[in-house]
């Protein structure tokens, strides 16, 4: 799977959006952009993915740079109980075993 | 929504005994399961996936034989952890797709905690 990287940590505060960043600048044109979740003391979420276009799901939205080596996972109106680590991943159309692998996340920190 | 239940939620067992993790999927079928471990601090790291009817398939340095996987139906499938020693207390977590009706993501359960004393 091709890497991808983010920051060690972020910081925002209540009701403020939050960006969190990923770079992927091997990524290939099969590969799909996945985000998950993992609040503290429980497995991942999914939160949403792409390919190419921006997307929006009731629970964030995704912009995909034109070049797609870049994403940005982002939460419109941060409340607290979005403080988790956010797990940015790749994944190929084409997986026999349809495995994530996780990188180290960006931990989010919301700010009452 | 699609649910992954793992039981127990935690356990503490001592060094030498083995211990067996549940991993169901509540209302759907999955032929195959996904099982990581995570460290505290650290990401989560798969382990092997689980194919139901047949063999597990483990990832570079998991060692088959104290992590046996069994996976008999397309609910259930299992992580004994066998003669446990304390280097093998971690977070262990099941994870799931479901097949019907088009494309999912995958559904992670709640992890169990284990302990070894």
């Known amino acids: 799977d091709a890497k991808t990287t983010q920051p060690n940590s972020m910081e925002s505060n209540e009701e403020e959006p939050v960006h969190l960043p990923c770079n992927h600048s091997t990524i290939s044109g099969t590969d799909y952009i996945h985000w998950y979740r993992q609040l503290p003391s429980q497995g991942p979420e999914y939160v949403i993915h792409?390919?190419?276009s921006n997307v929006n799901n009731r629970m964030a939205s995704l912009a995909i740079a034109e070049d797609r080596k870049s994403s940005t996972l982002i939460l419109h109106r941060a409340t607290l109980r979005d403080a988790a680590v956010y797990y940015c991943i790749l994944r190929g159309i084409i997986q026999g075993a349809q495995k994530l692998v996780f990188g180290q996340g960006t931990r989010l920190t919301i700010n009452p | 929504g699609a649910v992954v239940s793992q039981h127990p939620s935690w356990v503490i067992c001592k060094s030498g005994t083995s211990v067996k993790i549940e991993c169901r999927s509540l209302d759907f079928q999955a032929t195959t399961m996904f099982w990581y471990r995570q460290f505290p601090k650290q990401s989560l790291m798969l382990m092997a996936t689980?194919?139901?009817?047949?063999?597990?398939?483990?990832e570079q340095g998991v060692e088959k034989d104290k992590f046996l996987i069994n996976h008999a139906s397309l609910t259930l499938s299992t992580l004994t952890v066998t003669s446990a020693h304390p280097e093998d207390s971690s977070f262990y977590i099941c994870?799931?797709?479901?097949?019907?009706?088009?494309?999912?993501?995958?559904?992670f359960g709640n992890g169990t905690r284990l302990t070894v004393t």
């Open positions: 792409g390919l190419t």
């Open positions: 689980s194919n139901e009817g047949s063999k597990a398939t483990y």
């Open positions: 994870s799931a797709r479901d097949h019907g009706g088009g494309w999912s993501p995958l559904h």
